[in-house]
């Protein structure tokens, strides 16, 4: 079983910064992406930022310029460094990762961290 805890979500003014952490645990053999997931309030859940298992980098055109994904060197935990953000930034984040164990793939969440960002 994989636990993703995350961290480093809060109430922060327009133009401020956060960042976020989700560290793993449980059985995991290899990790081939791990992604930030947000989902504001009456919307849906949107992909925003991925990071493979060689390191590519992608994000959603909203978050380009202002948030960057990375991640340790022993990849168990990645990060989400959020810049200027904005209010349409509000939402519950949450972390994503495809992992390996036993032969088999398993797709898993976090339990998601809020972000507020006040006008």
């Known amino acids: 079983q994989v636990q993703l805890v995350e961290s480093g979500g809060g109430l922060v003014q327009t133009g401020g910064s956060l960042r976020l952490s989700c560290t793993t645990s449980g059985s995991i053999f290899s990790i081939n992406a791990m992604r930030w997931f947000r989902q504001a309030p009456g919307k849906q859940r949107e992909l925003v930022a991925t990071i493979t298992d060689g390191g590519s980098t992608n994000y959603a055109d909203s978050v380009k310029g202002r948030f960057t994904i990375s991640r340790d060197n022993a990849k168990t935990t990645v990060y989400l460094r959020m810049n200027s953000l904005k209010p349409d930034d509000t939402a519950v984040y949450y972390c994503?990762?495809?992992?390996?164990?036993?032969?088999?793939?398993?797709?898993?969440w976090g339990q998601g961290t809020q972000v507020t960002v006040s006008s």
């Open positions: 994503n990762i495809n992992s390996q164990y036993g032969g088999n793939w398993y797709n898993t």
